[in-house]
């Protein structure tokens, strides 16, 4: 499988020295090895969704109880979960750490990934939703970090894009 089980596992160390311990996830492709490490980990809980939107409503309960959580998703995942991201954790102040998996760019081989990654950036932008591209392993465990700083301070949704030079091995 060409996702970079490497970059997968800095992926999660990050997440994991960062004190998540709860995880939401609709499986997809470029996440496989991110699940799979969660899965095989006693000291995480990993939530499967039917819907996206359900991992908005699992981390507000997760924040309420004290445990630091995180989504991961597709772009077109965000693209489903827009009214919880609006109505709850922007509206009741929730921090969220959302990794969304930022199909559709250059080089995406499948037509029906290229609408949701021509809008993911400008839709973020425009929800006031902070984010950034993780492009390179190097900037992973800090960029996840300051990630979760920002959602726990502003009590607000934060983003991080996985980007195909992070997630794909050729």
Known sequence: MPVSETNSQIIYTALKDCGVRLIS?????WLVHLV?????DAD???????????GIGISAG???AGISSAMLMQNHGLLASLNGIVSLAQLYRIPLLMLISLRGGFGEEHPWQTEGGMVTEALL???RVPFE????????AQRVREAQTL?????RP?????????MWED
């Open 25 to 29: 996830v609709l499986p997809e492709t």
């Open 36 to 40: 799979t490490l969660a899965e095989a």
């Open 44 to 54: 995480a809980t990993l939530v499967r969704l039917a819907k996206e939107e359900e």
């Open 62 to 64: 997760a924040h309420l």
């Open 125 to 127: 932008e425009t929800l």
């Open 133 to 140: 591209r993780l492009q390179a392993p190097g900037h992973v």
């Open 151 to 155: 959602a726990n301070a502003a009590l």
């Open 158 to 166: 934060v983003a991080l894009l996985l980007c195909r030079e992070l």
